[in-house]
């Protein structure tokens, strides 16, 4: 087989698998999570995805939006398609100064099980909430290892002139969740699987990114 051969079964084979990619999220019209109603024990503004729904996407929430047990509704092309909803929570943590904070979100998390929505008529679904383990949930650590992963933030956000006041912030903590460190979500994933010869197949993930303080 020549080299152009070789070349274009490639250029083939990534067509193909771009075209299944583009498939199975385009099987989506819309995706919505309705805002929160008057009330509610968590505030939500609402979002709306229409087509083309991408296979992979990240939203960035308001400060104050929280999507726990919001309604979750999909539009599928084909009403007749069997859809399920299942939801990851993420947490990090971050260093607070009364106001300002510095979220350590490259760094160590607590991962949750995927935890299944609740059906709530046709295609639709009401999206779980975390339990308090899994909001505070977080990996050991030592204040050494606190302190540069915090320089690390800073540096990487161009702040270095910043670094000597927020590690000395740091200089009674001892580990992960003393004060002013704290734990919280810090992400939000949420997948949608069409039910397709018997097992359940990924059409889109969207990862909604929590800010950590006001």
Known sequence: MSMSQIVRRLMLGTAM???????????LAAIEISPSLPGAAHVFSGWRQAAPVPRTQQVSLEVGDEIYGA???LTPRDASGEYRVRVQFETSLAVGDDGPHIDLVDWKHCVSEWKPADPAGPHAFI????????SGC??????PEI???TRTALVREGMEDAVPRWLGLLAPVSKAGDHPTYVGISKVRMRVEALREGQ???????EFLVPLGC
């Open 127 to 134: 999206l779980p909430s975390p339990t308090e383990q899994e």
């Open 71 to 73: 309604f979750l509704r």
């Open 200 to 206: 359940w197949v990924e059409v889109t993930t969207v």
């Open 17 to 27: 698998l771009c075209m299944v990619t583009a498939g199975q999220a385009s099987e």
């Open 138 to 143: 977080f990996p050991s650590a030592r204040a």
């Open 147 to 149: 302190k540069v992963a």
